[in-house]
Nanobody, 120 residues
Framework: QVQLVESGGGLVQAGESLRLSCAPSERALAFYRMGWFRQAPGKEREFVGASLNWNSGRTIYADSVKGRFFISRDKAKNMVDLQMNSLKSEDTGVYYC????????????WGQGTQVTVSS
């Protein structure tokens, strides 16, 4: 099964920016939806944002990141980026990329995660 590979995580200061990227490990069918989730230490994984339709460009975001995080898609490369601005310590966690070939609420393909640490 196709795996997703995240990159771009790291350690930054509060207020700084970071950009994450996600791509399939091998050639794959075009993903209809691509999104990001995160999991902070001791907490459950939560939704961050998603590109719901590769054709329309419609994106949605969790309230906690709205206006600071932005998702962009590269349809030709089947990739998705997460631009994170004005980072806060509460944004710290492992960020996971997810994708699916159809519309819906479940996500079939997942990455292994990349660590983002924001120091205050």
């Amino acid at each position: 099964q196709v795996q997703l590979v995240e990159s771009g995580g790291g350690l930054v200061q509060a207020g700084e920016s970071l950009r994450l990227s996600c791509a399939p490990s091998e050639r794959a069918l075009a993903f209809y939806r691509m999104g990001w989730f995160r999991q902070a230490p001791g907490k459950e994984r939560e939704f961050v944002g998603a590109s719901l339709n590769w054709n329309s460009g419609r994106t949605i975001y969790a309230d906690s990141v709205k206006g600071r995080f932005f998702i962009s898609r590269d349809k030709a490369k089947n990739m998705v980026d997460l631009q994170m601005n004005s980072l806060k310590s509460e944004d710290t966690g492992v960020y996971y990329c997810a994708a699916d070939l159809i519309t819906g609420t479940q996500w079939t393909y997942w990455g292994q995660g990349t660590q983002v640490t924001v120091s205050s």
